[in-house]
Each structure stands twice: as C-alpha cells, then as structure tokens.
C-alpha cells in the first residue's frame, strides 16, 4: 500500500470518499425543473417510472456507446427502495445529482471527451476522490474494467468502481476500529459483505 | 454462527465447496455428444461461439423464465478464458458439467419442479454441499436472491449463490492460515477480494 505509517488509509479526514462532494442534497418534494425534464426524456413508455432499460437507451459515452447492463442495474439499485426495479421521479432526482457529481470527476481527466479515461487518470481521479491507492490496486482496477485491452475506463465502468469502492470501503471502515487499514473478520461476516455489496 | 469452536467453519473437511463432486472433469480435446448437441441448439448464429444472450435464450426454469442476464454472464464469464464474452465448444462442455452438478442439488429440494426453492430447502441444499450456514445467513442470501418477497430462490439465483459463496469461499479460504474461520485482511486486499469476485 502506498500510504505511510499511522497514514488514515482511506485518504483524507473527512473526504470524498463516501459519496461525492455535495451528493445526496436534502430530501424535499420539490424536483428541479431540470431533472423533471431528463426524467420525462428516459421515461419513453410514460409509466411514470425508469427501469434499466429505459435508462440504458438515455445513456451513450462519448464514443455513442450505450452504458453497460450492470451499470444501469446498479445505478437503478441504489435509489430503488422498494426493490421493484424502477425508480420515480423523486429517487430520479437522487441519482441524477449522484451520477452528476461522479461525472463532474470523470471529465476533469477525460480531455479528448472519449467517454474513456486510461490508467494515470484514474490513479489521479481516486487522488481527487480522497484514497491512496497503489499502482498494483489502480492496474487491478482497470483490468477488472477492460478485460481484453487493459488500457482504458469507460465513464459507465468508472462509475461501477467508484460505486463498488464506495460500498466496500464503507463496509471495511465500521470494521475497522482501530483505523489503521486492518480488520479481523469472520467467515460468514465476510460472505455478507461480499455477497450484499455485490449487485 | 452454528458451528462449534474448532469446527471447520467451512464444512466437511474435502467437502464438495469448491465446486461440486465431479465437476470439472480431466480435460480432453473430445466432446460428448450430448454436450455437442446441446451447444449446436444454443448457438443460434451458427457462429461456433455462444455469448451470453443465446444462453439465456436457452435456458427457462420450471415456470417458463429466462435465466437472469446476470446468471448468464456470469455463467460465461467462468470458463471464458479470453474475455471475449463468448465460449467454444469445449468451454461450453465444462460449464454444461458445472451446471449440471448444481442443478442436481437444486432439483433434490425443488420437488414440485417448479424451479424455485424455499428457505429451508436452500439450508439442506447448502448442507449437502458441506456448509454449515447460520439461518440468519441463510435468510440473508434469500432476501438478497428475492428483493420483493423474501420467500424463494429461483435455479438461475441459486446457481449465482453458489457461484459467489464458493468464490468468495476459495478467497477467505486462502487467508484462512490457522483454519479458525476468522481472518485479517488489510483494506486494498479486501477491496481486491471483493471487486474481483464479482461479475
């Protein structure tokens, strides 16, 4: 690990790590007339809620690609609070401003507006985000994102880590009491986090 | 957790967890007839390779559902060893085995063919591959394959558990090196565990 001795493993005291900065705004009923209009756009059959699908045909990359399955499933999952697999205009509200802020972070490296960052930039995005990562963690990672060529995050997988990091190391951290990047952890407590932070 | 102090926490000792008896089989260049069959009528392009939608088109359980898109990829995913998204036919036959041994253990509990199994039909099924399962862990795996009734585990749900209990297993098992069912683990080696194992 690169960080030093006694260093907070996570990155800094109270940084971004949880969720972006200025993520998950208070909850009211008002929803900004922006995000009723996308709502509207992505909502093609009018049922008055989005499912993956319908959030697939909204989402391209910068090269008209369509985002993944797995990432639209996962990004429909996080705001899905009664498992239906649908999202209202309010939950719609929530992850457009998430996905907004992890975006904002995406496009600070990717230039070219490719939609694909490589593996330095990704190192300097998790930098932004508040980890230390090693350049071993920053390779798996992008491997783990691009199987065949190994050299390039798209924005829809970036999002997929930075969701997954997030879960994981909220999980580690409240098991992590001493906060020295260590825990001690049993068999089926350790296959319920694996298992439950999976999507 | 159930079992006893000094218990193997993950089973009978050479129990089956690492995959079922008689998976896997001594590879050879030779593909059983049924096997070669069985791939000629899921490979709908005639291209000599399946991907993970002519998998799915395949296989229905006992109600006439398709196979989750996850299932599927994940169950490409396991014997595609160029990351093409795609298998060949003697790729195919070992995962046409693997499902098969699962499948044998699904169907002892699932008597009424319907394809789906009930809490304490996964404990017995679990039991039977050598897990000793608390059923509070047990009622966690069914809400997490069940999000809205937390009441039953489809065959393509179920093979994803086992899937990832058996990963997840293999990853504990590892740097398990007193064999106490508990670990230490830093927080970039749980972060590789975690995101490697998923799909």
């Not at 690609?65 to 309010?90: E, Q, R, W």
């Not at 990717?110 to 963690?137: K, N, V, Y």
Request: hydrophobic residues 35%.
């Amino acid at each position: 690990m690169s960080y030093g001795q006694g260093y907070n493993p996570y990155g800094q005291p109270g940084g971004g790590y949880a969720a972006p900065p200025g993520a998950f705004p208070p909850q009211n009923s008002q929803v900004s007339s922006q995000a009723q209009q996308w709502f509207a756009m992505v909502d093609r059959d009018r049922s008055g809620k989005i499912n993956a699908s319908e959030l697939q045909a909204a989402l391209v990359n910068g090269r008209g690609d369509h985002f993944s399955d797995n990432a639209c499933k996962l990004m429909i999952s996080m705001f899905d609070n009664d498992a239906s697999g649908t999202i209202d205009v309010y939950e719609f509200e929530k992850l457009y401003n998430y996905i907004n802020q992890w975006l904002q972070v995406f496009k600070t490296y990717d230039q070219d507006s490719s939609g694909h960052i490589e593996e330095s930039e990704l190192t300097q995005a998790f930098t932004q985000m508040g980890f230390r990562f090693s350049p071993e963690f920053i390779n798996f990672l992008v491997k783990k994102s691009d199987p065949q060529t190994h050299k390039e995050v798209s924005v829809d997988q970036f999002i997929v880590l930075c969701v997954q990091v997030q879960r994981f190391t909220e999980a580690f951290r409240q098991r992590d009491t001493q906060q020295n990047g260590t825990i001690t952890i049993g068999f089926e407590d350790f296959l319920t986090v694996a298992i439950g932070c999976s999507y």
